[in-house]
Every structure is written in structure tokens, then in C-alpha cells.
């Protein structure tokens, strides 16, 4: 499609051409307006100067006589001054102009009608100004005499019709005007949608490093495509995390999958014994379990990223939740022969999902007794501090350096320490995308010896 | 490495020696009525195939539907002590056939099975009239026992607060747990899982559905939680009497009985 077509099509242009048109008509009407005030005043003056005239002529017909009269209009005829007017007296015998313009016309004393009518049927005149209109004004005078006062209109016409061309002129200009400005906006609204159409196209295409153009002007399409920047930034973010965890699920589970094969397949072209086969295939159920695992590890994080199903959130009671969990893993600490406290407030709630929160917890805990060595200690605290509910998972473990504090929450990320113990590498991603859905701060700090995370929930903001 | 069975045999061979893995844990596992008439709702081929002859050499008596509409019309018509539904259908989906059951005043026992497993889910399965719900992939013997609990959970006699296992008797309302002459102490959480294993008695018990039941959590910490708090029970109810009752079923779970 051209750029001409496509012009018709925009918004802008359309709302320009109605602006116009509105206006246009709006003009015309004003100016119409005038032009026919204008053109009745003219007309009103112009009767006002016909009766004025003919009333001097009939008061000197009344002080003397017709013949006096008749040689006013001759000495008024000759003066150069008055050829404006056009004077005709004579009797109806002679002549009854009447029949002209006023067939309804009486022969009444005093009887007086105004009329406009074409030069020609009054004067003898070239030929060009016949059609010329004069206005009339016509007074029966007594013994049948007509007098007729009459002025040429050639001159109010001209003023009319130069009224008349201006107003035709500037509603034309009005229109070509808006017309032009409304195809310079649209066309610049157009170049703007333009180049966004482009940017998205490339984006499409797959770069999506690709960005909005944003002025300077702030205007409504600056600000909007911000907006789109940032979505864009978001969704790069995204995208590239999305990158990152296929790539290392792919790595990940590939391993897993290809044990798994390898063992299968070595048991396949040996015989062996039943017992062995038992074996190998327990410790093959061992490796899926582990893989869904993986996969459930996973599943969870998307839901919990993806903050679906808030409306399903319930006031948790904190306090009996984190009692239970400190039950719970007291026994196990017991077992792995660690020292476990827990220092719990009372009466803490949050708004949240339950389950969530649970795992979050307990995947803290699982860590924390994973990596502390036998006599140390692990323990979990949750109290109430300025507005924020802080609950903290702390351990004599190795600890994590500063420079990986960040890095511990993505995906699959395992630290060195974290080699030679099981573990998929998703329990902290977890952990932050839990505390995200519940717009809560997850904080790493060390301790001597060991680590320290704690997961904040600010109370104040919440719903 | 190649692979040089045709793959067919492979995938034979493999089915065949799960199935038979799992026959150790089988003694434990027998229904306690014996043939229980179970209908098994499920579209896809090979997992019908592979419950039904688990299910079969455990001792159940299996009918398969392998849409919605023919699994309602069996289920309504047919007798069943207790039913499998598979949750994504042809026809017409788990919960709608199980809502329709439910309408109609069939109360059978149902075990969804789902391939989605979060608790929001979980909660849309049981609020339409499912009575246990088992995400894919699960382990047979994870599916065998909770079937058993469900078959049993319509037995009247396990309701009621007076349990007793042997010479091991809880009393719910005393909150009072005795072996023998001997009064034995347990903490509240130690009382709630004693309690569960006891109205199971003769079943195997998972440590999924303990962590559902007795502590409400819908995920497996890392942790062995559950072994922890089972063998100090055990310590308490078991350890100074001749004749064990809590016992550990490899690779299923735990099981309290008579010996």
C-alpha cells in the first residue's frame, strides 16, 4: 500500500478531515450569514435614499406644480452630481411603466412600490448593461403622472459579489488549510507508528534487543513507547532467563537420562543374575524420581513466578506453620547430629499462599542442615521488625562468598561446595520466587562460620 | 554404545520387571476384601494396561474405560468398590465425570489422576467430589496404596475414636495411647501420626500421603523428615516390647499390623 493511500487511512488525517470539514461548514455559515445581512442592509439603504429622494420630488410637486417637477428632474438629470439617481416622469397614457414589475400595481394618489428590475426595461442602453439590476421606486402622483426614482445597483453588486468571493475564498482556504495540516500530522503520527511497526517486526523477527525511538518532545508517543521499552526490557529479561534454564535443563537432565541409558543398556547385553537386574533397576527408579523431582522443582517456581491464583490466598498463621516445620526438622537435626533451635514470636500472620510459604521454609532448612557439618548448629527465626515480618534460617556452614550472593538464586546454579552433595540447584530459586509473589526480600549475609538468609515480608504494603 | 534389542523388547522387558519389582511389598498390600471391583478411567493405552495388571496380580478386579462418557455410563451401571479416573478425558473430562457421579448420588471412592500437581488443582479435584488425588508420574506403589486407603476409608468399622492394632490401643478423646499395661507418651504430632498409621493398620502408608495427611504439606522436603519422626515413634511404641508393629516396606513406605 502507498504512503498516500495508507495517509487516508490514519486516524489523525480522519480526525483532521472532520476538524476541517466541521470548521468549514461552521465558516460558511458565519460568512453566509453576513453576506445576506450585509446584502439586506444594502438593499434597505438603498430603498431609504430612493424614498428620501422621491419624497423631495413629490414635496415640490406639492409646493408648485407638475411642470416644475419636471424641470427639476430635467435640471437633475443634467447635474453630473446626482447621475447617480435615475429620474422618469411621465403620464400613464404615454406610458404605463407599471405594467413592467407591478401588474397588481394601483392608480391610487400617493401609491408607492419598490421593485428591481433590469436596466434595459427603463433605459435604452448598450446592450451590455441591460441586464444590469436597478432598484425602483415608483409614486402614483395625481393626474395619472408616474414617478420613478431608480438607482443603479451595478456598484452594491460588485461590493456583493466581492463579499461573496471572499467568503467562497476562505472557506476553500480554511479547508485546504486544515486539509494540509491534518496530512502533515497524520503523516508525521504515521512516520512514528512507522518506525514502532519496524522495531516490532525486527523483535519478531527475533531481535530482542530491538527498542522503541524516544524523543525528546515527551509527548504522548514518547511516553508510550517508554512503556513498551520497558516492556521490552522485561520481556528480554525473561527471555533470557527462560534461555538460560533450557539450556541448563537440558544439561542438567541430559546427564541423569544418559546414566540412566547406559545402565539399561549395559544390563541389556549382559546376562546376569536376577539380583543384579533388581539392582540396577532400583537405582533406575532412584534416577527418575530424581528427575521428577527436578521437573516438579521447576513446575513450582514457573506457578510461583507467574503469581497465578492470588485470589486463592489465605491469612497463614506464620507462627503455627514455622512451630510445626521447627518439629519437624528438630528431629531430623537430632538425627543428623546438629545442634537445632528455633525462636519463634508469636501471633505472626501473613497473607499468602500457604504451601508456598511452607516450601520456601523447608527448602532453607533442607540446606541449612545439607551443609552443616555433624555438631553444628541450624536455626530458624521469625519475628517482627519495624513493619516486616523477618524470618531467618541461619547455619555453621561453609557459607556463601559474597560475590555469589546473587548468583545462588538462579536456576541449576550450584556452588563449588555444593559439588559432592545431592541437590538439583532450584531450592533457592524457589525460595526468591516465593518471596517475590509475596513481595518479600530475600537477604544473604554471612556469619562466622556459616550463612545467614533471611526471607523479609513487609506487612505495611500489604493488601 | 548402540542399541542392539530391537526396541519393543526393550520396553517389554522393562515393563515385565517393574511390575514384578514390585512384588515384596505385594504381601502387605493385599485388599482386605478379597477381588475389590475397581473401574479404571484412563485414555492412555500402555498406563491402562500397566494398572490394570499391577492391580490385577494385587488382587484386584479391574474394569477400563478409555473415555468420559463410556467411564460415567460404567460407573453408574456397574458396582465398584472404588474408581481410578484419569483427570484430562476424551469426551468428558475427570471432574465433570466425577461431578456427575457425585449429582447422582454415586459416592464411590475416586483417585484422580493428574498430570497437573499443584495444590490449587489438588483443591479443584477434591472440591469435585475426588476423594485422593495422585500427581504423574507417581510410583505404582504409591497408587497401590492410597487405593487401599480409599477401599478402606468405606469400611465402618475404622471410624469411631477407640483404635487398637494389636495390644497398641489410642483413645482419641483421652488423647491416651497404651501397649500393653504400659501408658506411652507421645508429643501432639507423634499422637496425629500414630493415629493415621492406626486406622491404616494392615495397609502401606507412603511417606507422601503422611506428609499430606499429618502435616498438610503438598511437597517432598529434601530432608528425610518423615523417617525421622517414624523411627521416633517407633522408639516409643515398639522398642521395648518383643513383637514389632510398625513396620518399614522398602520402597513403598511404612505399615502398622499385628505381626
Known sequence: ?463 | MTTIMPAPTLTEGYRNIKLSSSRFIRAAMRPIIPAMHTLLVEDDTDTATFIRKGLGESGYNVDHADNGVDGLHMALNGQYDVMIVDRMLPGMDGLTLIEELRKRNVHTPVLILSALGEVDDRVDGLRAGGDDYLVKPYAFSELLARLQALARRSQPEMQGTLLQVGDLRLDQIKRKVTRGDTEIQLQPREFMLLEYLMRHTGQVVTRTMLLENVWDYHFDPQTNVIDVHISRLRRKIDKDFDKPLLHTIRGAGYSLHEP
Open chain 1, 1 to 463: 500500500m502507498s504512503l498516500s493511500l495508507k495517509l487516508f487511512r490514519t486516524t489523525a488525517f480522519r480526525l483532521s478531515l472532520i476538524y476541517a470539514l466541521t470548521f468549514s461548514l461552521l465558516a460558511a455559515t458565519a460568512m453566509g450569514f453576513i453576506y445576506l445581512t450585509t446584502k439586506k442592509e444594502l438593499m434597505n439603504q438603498t430603498d431609504a435614499r430612493l424614498q428620501l429622494e422621491a419624497n423631495i420630488l413629490i414635496n415640490q410637486y406639492r409646493a408648485k406644480d407638475i411642470d416644475a417637477l419636471f424641470e427639476s428632474l430635467q435640471q437633475k438629470q443634467h447635474d453630473s452630481r446626482t447621475s447617480f439617481f435615475i429620474y422618469v416622469l411621465v403620464h400613464r397614457e404615454q406610458k404605463d411603466i407599471t405594467t413592467g414589475f407591478a401588474p397588481e400595481y394601483t392608480t391610487e394618489d400617493g401609491k408607492q412600490a419598490f421593485a428591481t428590475l433590469p436596466m434595459g426595461v427603463l433605459l435604452k442602453t448598450d446592450e451590455e448593461h441591460d441586464e444590469d439590476p436597478v432598484r425602483v421606486l415608483l409614486t402614483q402622483l395625481p393626474g395619472d403622472y408616474q414617478l420613478l426614482v431608480a438607482r443603479d445597483l451595478n456598484d452594491q453588486q460588485k461590493v456583493l459579489r466581492k463579499i461573496y468571493n471572499t467568503v467562497i475564498l476562505t472557506i476553500l482556504v480554511t479547508l485546504a488549510l486544515a486539509l494540509a495540516v491534518g496530512m502533515i500530522f497524520g503523516q508525521q503520527v504515521l512516520r512514528r507508528i512507522e518506525k514502532v511497526r519496524n522495531t516490532a517486526g525486527e523483535i519478531i523477527d527475533g531481535d530482542l534487543s530491538q527498542r522503541m525511538p524516544v524523543n525528546r518532545r515527551n509527548n504522548e508517543f514518547d511516553q508510550l513507547s517508554r512503556t513498551i521499552n520497558s516492556m521490552l526490557q522485561r520481556l528480554e529479561q525473561l527471555m533470557h532467563g527462560m534461555r538460560n534454564v533450557t539450556d541448563n535443563l537440558a544439561h542438567d537432565l541430559r546427564k541423569p537420562l544418559n546414566r540412566i541409558r547406559n545402565r539399561l543398556e549395559v544390563i541389556l547385553l549382559e546376562n546376569r543374575d536376577e539380583e543384579t537386574y533388581r539392582e540396577t533397576i532400583a537405582q533406575t527408579v532412584e534416577d527418575t524420581e530424581e528427575l521428577i523431582k527436578t521437573f516438579n522443582a521447576l513446575l513450582s517456581i514457573a506457578r510461583a513466578e507467574s503469581g497465578e491464583r492470588r485470589q486463592d490466598w489465605t491469612e497463614v498463621d506464620l507462627t503455627g506453620l514455622l512451630e510445626q516445620m521447627a518439629e519437624l526438622y528438630d528431629a531430623a537435626a537430632e538425627e543428623a547430629e546438629l545442634k537445632f533451635s528455633a525462636d519463634i514470636e508469636r501471633g505472626l500472620t501473613l497473607h499468602g499462599n500457604r504451601q508456598l510459604l511452607a516450601q520456601a521454609v523447608t527448602n532453607l532448612l533442607d540446606n541449612a542442615m545439607k551443609f552443616t557439618p555433624k555438631d553444628g548448629h541450624v536455626s530458624l527465626c521469625a519475628r517482627r521488625i519495624n513493619g516486616t515480618i523477618e524470618v531467618t534460617v541461619e547455619d555453621t556452614g561453609p557459607g556463601i562468598p559474597p560475590a555469589e550472593r546473587d548468583r545462588i538464586f538462579e536456576r541449576f546454579v550450584r556452588l563449588d561446595s555444593a559439588r559432592s552433595t545431592p541437590g538439583s540447584g532450584l531450592g533457592l530459586s524457589l525460595v526468591k520466587a516465593v518471596a517475590s509473589l509475596h513481595q518479600a526480600e530475600v537477604d544473604v549475609s554471612a556469619r562466622n562460620p556459616g550463612a545467614r538468609i533471611a526471607i523479609i515480608f513487609d506487612t505495611n504494603t500489604e493488601e
